[in-house]
T-cell receptor
Framework: EAGVTQFPSHSVIEKGQTVTLRCDPI?????LYWYRRVMGKEIKFLLHFVKESKQDESGMPNNRFLAERTGGTYSTLKVQPAELEDSGVYFC?????????FGQGTRLTVV | GENVEQHPSTLSVQEGDSAVIKCTYS??????FPWYKQELGKRPQLIID?????GEKKDQRIAVTLNKTAKHFSLHITETQPEDSAVYFC????????????????FGQGTILTVHP
């Protein structure tokens, strides 16, 4: 069974540019989460989709972040415009029951 | 909301020794406590989990204990090996009333475990 895949694995962009991260969850998993780990701190929740609907977006830092999950399959997380403090590793996880399966993450560096 | 504290932030042991990582949580409604291991450059992977109706769970060299009253849970690794070196995260979440679905994970800060040969 294919796991959760994320693209790209790394991204280096300049402050003010736009970046779009993509997550392909495990097929059949309705629940999809985005998390972020900044500078060696804890992994923090960003938002939760159930199929194509946003269930909880209380962790989104501000309106520069936009997440979508069209058709309830893959999801994208767009940062526009990117700021230095957005640097970190962005993880996607798809969940079945209690167990969350993580992607390998996208390391975003804003310079 | 939930808050999870994890200690220590770094742990260095000799091969064969035991390692213990401790976490506390704040939300008494949390009822699911997984532990994730993240090796360098790889994805976090679930290594063991425990639900609030159980006090202890063991899987070969790893075990987790839960004290609901004190709201803390611990990971125990015995006979450590160099391949146990990684970052370990504890987390907490809660289920719906029927226990059929679980919400977001709240993570601890992570523990960098180094096992020296």
């Amino acid at each position: 069974e294919a796991g959760v895949t994320q693209f790209p694995s790394h991204s280096v962009i300049e402050k003010g540019q736009t970046v779009t991260l993509r997550c392909d969850p495990i097929s059949g998993h309705d629940n999809l989460y985005w998390y972020r780990r900044v500078m060696g701190k804890e992994i923090k929740f960003l938002l939760h989709f159930v199929k194509e609907s946003k269930q909880d977006e209380s962790g989104m830092p501000n309106n520069r972040f936009l997440a979508e999950r069209t058709g309830g399959t893959y999801s994208t997380l767009k940062v526009q415009p990117a700021e230095l403090e957005d640097s970190g590793v962005y993880f996607c996880a798809s969940q079945l029951g209690s167990e969350a399966f993580f992607g390998q993450g996208t390391r975003l560096t804003v310079v | 909301g939930e808050n999870v504290e994890q200690h220590p932030s770094t742990l260095s042991v000799q091969e064969g020794d035991s390692a213990v990582i401790k976490c506390t949580y704040s939300d008494s409604a949390s009822n699911y406590f997984p532990w994730y291991k993240q090796e360098l450059g790889k994805r976090p992977q679930l290594i063991i989990d425990i639900r609030s109706n159980v006090g202890e769970k063991k899987d070969q060299r790893i075990a987790v204990t839960l004290n609901k009253t004190a709201k803390h849970f611990s990971l125990h690794i015995t006979e450590t090996q160099p391949e146990d070196s990684a970052v370990y995260f504890c987390a907490a979440s809660r289920s719906n009333a029927g226990g059929t679905s679980y919400g977001k994970l709240t993570f601890g800060q992570g523990t960098i475990l180094t096992v020296h040969p």
